[in-house]
């Protein structure tokens, strides 16, 4: 699986938008991409997932450009609940030749979000 | 995720015991996971099973084994328990959806002291 590197921390500010860029430069054409938030002691939770363009569902937005080697998670407007780790997954389709493998988390990025 | 149950939610234990960690779940999904996170790092893939015949390796499995008595159930023990062991343990499923994208479910965590 493709590995992934993301910042190690964020801040930013009640209202703002957020945009968190993960990069994947090794993704394979069956790969897609997963965003999970982790708030302390507790597991992570899905918010938003997609192989190519956009995607948008009520939390988040996802960008992916043309060569699909980086992702963008957009959190518009974040307030103080939106400080966590959040952690970019890419996966293998698992209908694809071969199958799917386990997945893999990397250290993800801590938000902060100040008032 | 109350689908995903994780027992016990606490352990301390010592140095060269046995130990088991369940994980129970109600959604139905063939994936089964066990993770561990050290503090300030991210989740470290320890076993997969994709259904009760299947058992895979993940990233950390020595010193730990897993057993998958039925789909609902998956077991992760630790046959003699050390002090770098200590760690919060995560059980989750996984539900490819229509497309074959992974989506994990994570239970509430299981945290381990071995002293």
């Known amino acids: 699986l493709a590995k992934t590197t993301q910042p190690i921390s964020m801040d930013s500010y009640e209202g703002q938008e957020v945009n968190i860029t993960c990069s994947h430069n090794?993704?394979?054409?069956?790969?897609?991409i997963t965003w999970y938030q982790q708030f302390p002691s507790q597991g992570p939770r899905f918010i938003i997932q997609?192989?190519?363009t956009k995607v948008t569902n009520e939390v988040a937005s996802l960008f992916i450009p043309a060569d699909r080697k980086s992702s963008t998670l957009s959190l518009p407007r974040v307030s103080l609940s939106d400080t966590a780790v959040y952690y970019c997954?890419?996966?293998?389709?698992?209908?694809?030749?071969?199958?799917?493998?386990?997945?893999?988390f990397g250290k993800g990025t801590h938000l902060i979000i100040q008032p | 995720d109350a689908d995903v149950t994780q027992t016990p939610r606490n352990r301390i234990t010592k140095t060269g015991k046995r130990i088991m960690l369940e994980c129970s779940q109600t959604?139905?999904?063939?994936?089964m996971y066990w993770y561990r996170q050290d503090p300030g790092l991210g989740l470290r893939l320890i076993y997969y099973?994709?259904?009760?015949?299947?058992?895979n390796k993940g990233e950390i499995s020595d010193g730990y084994s897993v057993s998958r008595q039925a789909q609902a159930k998956f077991s992760l023990s630790l046959e003699s328990a050390i002090p770098n062991q200590t760690a919060l343990y995560f059980c989750?499923?996984?539900?490819?959806?229509?497309?074959?994208?992974?989506?994990?479910?994570f239970g509430s965590g299981t945290q381990l002291s071995v002293l």
């Open positions: 959604k139905g999904h063939d994936r």
């Open positions: 997609g192989y190519k």
């Open positions: 989750a499923t996984s539900d490819s959806g229509d497309r074959g994208y992974e989506k994990l479910f």
């Open positions: 099973s994709f259904d009760v015949k299947d058992i």
């Open positions: 997954l890419v996966g293998k389709n698992m209908y694809s030749g071969g199958g799917a493998d386990g997945l893999t």
């Open positions: 090794n993704i394979a054409t069956n790969d897609y």
